[in-house]
């Protein structure tokens, strides 16, 4: 179970996105491959909408929300952008030892964790691991 409050004042949380599988891509706004990993989700979810949900958590702490914002207008992501709590940014929170960005996992319908990259994936990647999931399958 987790909950991150979204940059418009919203909840990124196991709730708001139950019931359907779920992108989450774990980044950081001074990391190029962040960046890259932001648009090849932006690329997943314009394609597979309104079936996947999709979302970013930033690994930083909240004085740097203002860089958060600034990379938010420049990629203007279709999907929520998060800030991480204090326990994630440590690695200590529900997605346990997220350090590395980006960080790529997918939610099962009902906000279990079923595939989990470290470093950049691609869009073939990602897409590969979910429609495994969704046939029951072990992804890649």
Do not use: C
Not at 40 to 46: C, D, K, M, P, Y
Not at 122 to 139: F, V, Y
């Amino acid at each position: 179970r987790f909950s991150y409050p979204t940059l418009d004042g919203q909840t990124l949380s196991t709730t708001t996105l139950s019931g359907r599988f779920t992108v989450l891509g774990f980044i950081t706004t001074y990391d190029h491959f962040s960046h890259a990993q932001a648009r090849f989700l932006s690329t997943l979810v314009n394609r597979y909408v309104p079936r996947i949900n999709a979302g970013l958590i930033v690994l930083e702490p909240p004085q740097n929300r203002v860089l958060v914002e600034a990379f938010q207008n420049v990629v203007a992501p279709p999907y929520p952008i998060a800030m991480a709590d204090d326990a994630t940014i440590r690695g200590e929170g529900p997605f346990e030892d997220v350090r590395e960005v980006p960080t790529v996992v997918i939610l099962d319908q009902l906000g279990r964790e079923g595939w989990r990259h470290k470093g950049l994936a691609s869009n073939d990647m990602i897409a590969a691991a979910l429609n495994a999931l969704r046939q029951g399958k072990t992804p890649p």
